[in-house]
């Protein structure tokens, strides 16, 4: 603490640190949070607003970013970077403090409505591109919000299930990309879950808050509660949580609501949609009732001292505001930021880009210059800017995959083929989709279609899903007749590609009679540019799985009801530490794509790969060829097998990799080291432990294309 929020705290009052630790309505209306600060002393209001996938001001725009699913996908933790640095001077030049991302939690299951707001199945590809990003965020003079800690891996009863879950599979999937947020990343903040963990709920969770992330991590910034998500007084106070947000009941938040709340009228307060997910009720528990608790001694005023002081420590460490200089009233803000500006127009495409995954292709692709093609698709003339929720962003400008063909394609023609898919949303009326949607029934038939896709040379078919906060899928199947329009194209067609734009796995019965097929994810505004850069050539589908895609929900660890979404508000993780392609590996089940998989136009060769040990680990070096006629991307991976371990391991678990560019006919040597800890497993009664033996290093271009595999002695 410095000494100057020392001073500070001995000059406020108790009434005044209380309005320290809970938001208020935003004066302006922008924000998605507010503390007020303190006129007296001269401390600035703290402004929160939305992330993960751009900045969500209410009422204003932002650069809408591809899905953070789809950064995930490029493999590359410098790009993070860079996406954090562009939407951190844009939430600076929203003139907001702190932003409330990125989410790091585990795709668990492949229906989680937020998929698309996290990165991976995989706890390493997560905590790469989370510190990468946070660090970017935090240079621009912001503060990062990592959420939602911990275990919130879905959204059906969201506000009261209890995820059952091992101490083995906390440390070893769930915790660690909220670890390195904290250890590597420096994050200014820490958003709790909704949810409880073997319950308990979140915002109450003294291991996990205190002894855990405050204790063991030795994190000093703020733990805030997710909106609406604060469940006590003193439990939560005692247990580490600092703020709570919003801090106001609905109607003060949302003063369109009329008094009876939202819950009683189902009428949208205005910017919202019927979307809009009915909040708990719950009072400002760390308002009044906080300062009772005080006032009666329940809870000593030194709780209370260390939540303003983690507040006010964080102002201080940002550069946008600095406590030194509150009382003059002028922050130390040498960063105005900035807003939709070319540079960060280009990186929203280069990243959709980066993380579009070709997932399959019979030698179609890329399309030549003077190809003819049929675009279809029930919403291939509007941009897939995101999922539902919290991090809808509306942005200044953006490219439909129609728009992006025709200004690249010889010749282009449009048919919907069948009604358009109704995309969920918080903030717009989903019925616009749906009145679209209806404008055109009449108009959109398979036939008309398949007769475009017989007289073009390529039919490009691009599907989609609804994801949203809130709620998961109902199933992995593409929704509507997508699934029938593509079959009946593909029988038609010279050549079909399928584009995908989903949060997560889907399932393709249609795989075989299909040409090639891309999954770009949920693209942003870029989308339909970032589309037209690789069906054309012009760039090279950059990226790999960030999750297994299974043949059907059955395939993953959450098919049974009680593991997902769980019976009698419980979420039993019985699966532990066998997640994602861990589980596949495991069970021996083939999955359709496997994780880290994507094909490249260029051709790579791993030439020569040796893994040799160093005094703490083991340094693993590839030496990469280009063996193509392309430029083009590969992706190192490097798997560990803990094979020494005394209890059941999975059979590999990523462990570091690095994505190379490399040109027609050239070379790179890539070096990935290891360290020991990176071999250890959670023992539950004496922590992480390095087994002694002959463990095993596993390094290909997929989790299941493994071109070579050594021992490594640990002992
Ligand atoms: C979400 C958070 C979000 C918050 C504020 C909650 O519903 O879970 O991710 O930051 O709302 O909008």
């Given amino acids: ?93 929203h003139d907001q403090d702190v932003l409330l991302g990125p989410g790091v939690n585990i795709i668990r299951t492949p229906a989680g409505g937020r998929n698309f707001e996290y990165y991976s199945e995989d706890p390493q590809l997560s905590a790469r591109m989370g510190v990468g990003t946070i660090e970017g965020i935090q240079s621009a003079g912001v503060s990062a919000t990592v959420k939602h800690y911990v275990a919130n891996n879905q959204e059906t009863n969201r506000y009261e299930v209890s995820a059952d879950v091992s101490e083995r ?44 992330l405050k204790g063991e991590w030795d994190f000093d910034g703020l733990v805030v509660s997710d909106w609406w998500g604060t469940r006590s007084t003193v439990d939560a106070a005692r247990a580490g949580l600092d703020l709570e947000m919003p801090g106001v009941e609905l109607t003060e938040y949302l003063p369109e609501l009329d008094a009876d709340g939202f819950d009683d009228d189902p009428s949208p307060p205005n910017g919202t949609s019927s979307d809009f997910p009915p909040i708990p009720d719950v009072p400002a528990y760390f308002g009044e009732p906080l300062r009772e608790a005080i006032e009666s001694g329940e809870i000593d005023e030194s709780i209370l001292d260390e939540k303003v002081s983690r507040l006010l420590s964080m102002l201080e460490s940002t550069g946008r505001q600095n406590v030194a200089e509150f009382e003059t009233g002028s922050p130390s803000d040498d960063s105005t930021g900035e807003l939709d500006t070319p540079a960060h127009r280009e990186l929203a495409r280069d990243i959709a880009i980066a993380g579009t995954v070709l997932l399959t292709n019979d030698g179609v692709l890329p399309l030549s210059e003077s190809d003819s093609v049929a675009v279809i698709g029930p919403n291939a003339d509007a941009a897939k800017l995101g999922g539902g929720g919290s991090s809808e962003v509306s942005p200044f400008t953006e490219t439909a995959p129609l728009a992006g063909i025709e200004s690249r394609a010889a010749d282009a023609s449009f048919e919907r083929g069948v009604n358009p898919i109704a995309e969920s949303s918080f903030f717009a009326d989903s019925e616009s989709a749906d009145a679209n949607g209806s404008a055109s029934t009449g108009e959109t038939s398979i036939d008309d279609a398949v007769s475009a896709a017989a007289s073009a040379d390529c039919a490009v078919v691009v599907a989609q899903d609804d994801a949203t906060e809130f709620t998961d899928r109902d199933s992995i199947e593409l929704p509507g007749r997508q699934n029938e329009l593509i079959d009946a194209v593909a029988a038609a067609a010279e050549r079909t590609v399928v584009v995908l734009r989903t949060s997560g796995p889907v399932e393709l019965p249609w795989l075989d009679a299909v040409d090639a097929v891309l999954e770009t994810w949920y693209p942003g505004q870029a989308d339909g540019e970032a589309l037209a850069a690789v069906l054309f050539g012009d760039a090279d589908p950059g990226g790999r799985l960030p999750v297994t895609f299974g043949r059907s929900a059955t395939d993953y660890p959450t098919a049974d009801e009680t593991a997902f979404p769980g019976t009698d508000d419980i979420a039993q993780y019985e699966e532990g530490v066998f997640v994602g392609y861990r589980y596949f590996d495991d069970r021996d089940i083939e999955p359709l794509f496997p994780f880290g998989h994507g094909q490249s136009y260029a051709t790579f060769e791993y030439d020569d790969v040796t893994v040799s040990e160093t005094d703490d680990g083991c340094d693993v070096t590839v030496d990469l060829r280009n063996v193509g006629t392309r430029a083009g991307k590969a992706v190192v991976q490097v798997y560990v097998g803990k094979s020494a371990a005394p209890v059941p391991t999975p059979e590999r678990e990523l462990a570091g990799f690095e994505s190379v560019e490399l040109g027609a006919g050239d070379s790179a040597t890539v070096t990935i080291s290891l360290a020991r800890e990176d071999f250890a497993y959670y023992d539950e009664d004496s922590g992480w432990t390095v087994p002694d033996g002959s463990n095993t290093v596993h390094v290909g271009r997929s989790s299941r294309d493994i071109q070579t595999t050594v021992d490594v002695d640990t002992r």
């Fill in 1 to 93: 603490m410095g000494s100057d929020v020392t001073a500070l705290l001995e000059e406020l009052t108790l009434a005044e640190k209380i309005r320290l630790v809970h938001g208020a309505a935003d004066p302006d209306g922008t924000a998605t949070g507010y503390v007020p600060g303190n006129d007296r002393l001269g401390i600035p209001p703290v402004t929160v607003v939305d992330g993960p996938l751009g900045v969500r001001a209410m009422g204003e725009r932002a650069t809408a970013f591809p899905a953070s699913i789809a950064l995930a996908a490029s493999w590359d933790p410098e790009l993070a970077r860079e996406f954090g640095t562009a939407v951190g001077r844009e939430t600076a030049a």
């Fill in 169 to 212: 599979a906390l440390r070893e999937l769930y915790l660690p990309a909220f670890r390195a947020a904290v250890e590597e990343g420096d994050v200014d903040a820490v958003m709790t879950a909704y949810n409880r963990v073997n319950g308990i709920h979140m915002s109450d969770h003294e291991r996990l808050l205190s002894d855990v």
